[in-house]
Nanobody
Framework: QVQLVESGGGLVQTGGSLRLSCAASGRTFSRYAMGWFRQAPGKEREFVAGTTWRSARIYYATYADSVKGRFTISREQVKNTVSLQMNSLKPEDTAIYFC???????????????WGQGTQVTVSS
């Protein structure tokens, strides 16, 4: 079973950048699909970015339309981490960000069964 721990959240001004990291434990990390989700107060949890395993060293990445061109998801297999580089941040990006894992990838939160505890990102205007 993989366990996930996020880090890297914080307070940043509009237009700034943050890099979130998700550290995974477990031997089979390389075969898991990983996703980043976020949840703002009073809103449902939503998909941000995901990466799915296809073969050794090859992963596909997908993004929500709202973050395309600004956010980049990446994996470091040696370190068992998946990161989310967030640039050109906007106040509407303010939320708790979660990483999640499952066997096949999806943009639907309910289809993930392994979650981290979340990290707060606040973008001030």
């Amino acid at each position: 079973q993989v366990q996930l721990v996020e880090s890297g959240g914080g307070l940043v001004q509009t237009g700034g950048s943050l890099r979130l990291s998700c550290a995974a434990s477990g031997r089979t990390f390389s075969r898991y699909a990983m996703g980043w989700f976020r949840q703002a107060p009073g809103k449902e949890r939503e998909f941000v970015a995901g990466t799915t395993w296809r073969s050794a060293r090859i992963y596909y990445a997908t993004y929500a339309d709202s973050v395309k061109g600004r956010f980049t998801i990446s994996r470091e297999q040696v370190k068992n981490t998946v990161s989310l580089q967030m640039n050109s941040l906007k106040p509407e990006d303010t939320a708790i960000y979660f990483c999640a894992a499952n066997a096949y990838g999806s943009s639907v939160p309910a289809e993930y069964d392994i979650w981290g505890q979340g990290t707060q990102v606040t973008v001030s205007s």
